[in-house]
């Protein structure tokens, strides 16, 4: 199969910050927004082009299946709906490790969608070595190391892999001026934990992604000097962009300026409410990915029961304090798209 990189062009982004936030309800997560509200620096417009091409590729006509791992899946899904998807000649949307569970579909082609880690790298060795359907179109949300695509190439005996391209959608597009990593637990960024060296390295994958996403190169990159994670940041986005030729674009002397900043120095904005109805159902319902967890009524006769026989609950509060606890013991309502 071929290998090909990058796409068209999409303009220059003017400014980016690059922000700790934390989440009330999913611990902390590291999140890039911009200041640019040109048309051309609209991230969920980046990522939806990336999808249309994989489900409409000229290489891959007709019907089709489209596997995913869990990052991809909550990439695709803040920016397509289930019915769009399978109106673009989807058979079957699945995740990349599920695909043992059923039957040989060899009337079906596969689209792949996946970031490019070894884990997945060893899932799409196990596929190649069986293959479920007739060819393989391979796309990654990132840049796909030598040694990578060589040990996919050896695992090709049966020649089944027609391409392998990079589309760089490695984040989830929360706003056309914002994404996040989702990434819990992200405060440990900020100490000597042993597995922050990888979060680091999702953080810096990520924003790589979006600015090749927006085809831009920073004119400059600046960060906070009293934070060591901005720093770590900042050094590693300079020192890859650097190192990889197809960061060099024509627009880097009027690019933006990256901006790293820690948000531990800036601790109060996260509790402050603002007066927007996104920013309303995230404190009263809470959103994920875009997405709203409606509890059926029979959930929520039993947390209002439940709060009833506890002591804690009397005395005429209005429980606003324990939005954030989980419903202990109670099956989860399925997701409703927003």
Known sequence: GSHCRGGEERGVLVGVGLVRRRNRR????VSLSFNNKDDRMNVIAATRSYVDRIVSDPNNPGMKVLLLDNETTKTVATVYSQTQILERDVYLVERLEQT????IMK???????????YANLELLKKELASPKFAEYHLYFSNVVSQDFLNQLADADDSEVVRQVQEFYADYVAVNEDLFTV???????????DPGRGDMTDRNVSAVLSCLLSLKTQPSAIRYQATSRVARRVATEVHERAEADG???FKNRSTGPLLLVLDRADDPVTPLLSQWTYQAMVHELLGLNNNRVKIPSTDSAKKKKNAQAKNPL??????GAENDDDDDDGEEEPEEEEA
């Open 26 to 29: 999913t611990n902390s997560t």
């Open 100 to 103: 043992s569970r059923h039957e």
């Open 107 to 117: 009337h079906l082609k596969a689209a792949v969608f996946v970031r490019p880690t």
């Open 182 to 192: 989702n990434q819990r637990g992200s405060l440990r960024l900020s100490t000597d």
């Open 246 to 248: 197809i960061f060099q």
């Open 313 to 318: 609950h009397r005395g005429g509060g209005t």
